[in-house]
């Protein structure tokens, strides 16, 4: 009440001023959100020609099933992560041979596979080397290559898989297995 006793106009005239005050400007729509692009964080993840991401490697059967799935920080190159990926195995025995494409050519990578695991790699050779580690009977086999990349594109079925939203490592790669579990369950 005003002081003549007066309700409406007083009344009318703070309504007002908090109707201006509540007014977002433009260009905001949230109040209180500061909406702005961060930094990708967390555990295994590391440096891309694209920004910054994680690796997902993986073994898949004949029929694009997995046999064994890793994840780790996108910068090491994918020979190195060899070894983690076969310990991460479904299975209790290892597969006599592996495909991978020429980001596995790598003879270190060939002995050490074949001396501790048993396990022929078959690699097509990077150009410009002048000794081939493979006779070319043996890639008749990489043609087979595409039963892995139909596991990845099943993969990216999963919506979680696609973006890695986890700041955990562990948590992606239990949403990893899921999948992977999803896909084994299905195909029965």
């Known amino acids: 009440m005003g002081s003549q006793r007066q309700a409406g106009a007083s009344a009318e005239a703070t309504g007002r001023a908090a109707a201006r005050t509540r007014q977002t400007e433009p260009g905001r729509g949230l109040r209180g959100c500061d909406l702005r692009e961060r930094q990708k964080g967390g555990f295994a993840v590391g440096p891309t020609r694209r920004g910054k991401g994680t690796k997902i490697v993986a073994l898949a059967a004949g029929n694009s099933l997995p046999l064994a799935v890793s994840v780790d920080s996108a910068s090491p190159a994918e020979c190195q992560l060899v070894e983690d990926v076969l310990a991460a ?53 990489y043609r087979r290559r595409w039963k892995v990349e139909r596991l990845f594109a099943w993969m990216h079925n999963f919506r979680r898989l ?5 700041y955990h490592v562990e948590n992606f790669l239990g949403f990893v297995q899921l999948a992977c579990l999803h896909m084994m369950l299905k195909h029965l």
């Open 89 to 141: 195995s479904f299975l209790d025995q290892h597969p006599a041979r592996l495909i991978g494409d020429k980001a596995y050519d790598s003879d270190p990578l060939d002995e050490k596979l074949a001396t501790h695991y048993g396990i022929e790699m078959i690699a097509p050779n990077r150009r410009g080397r002048k000794r081939k580690t493979q006779d070319g009977r043996s890639l008749r086999r």
């Open 162 to 166: 696609v973006t890695r939203w986890e």
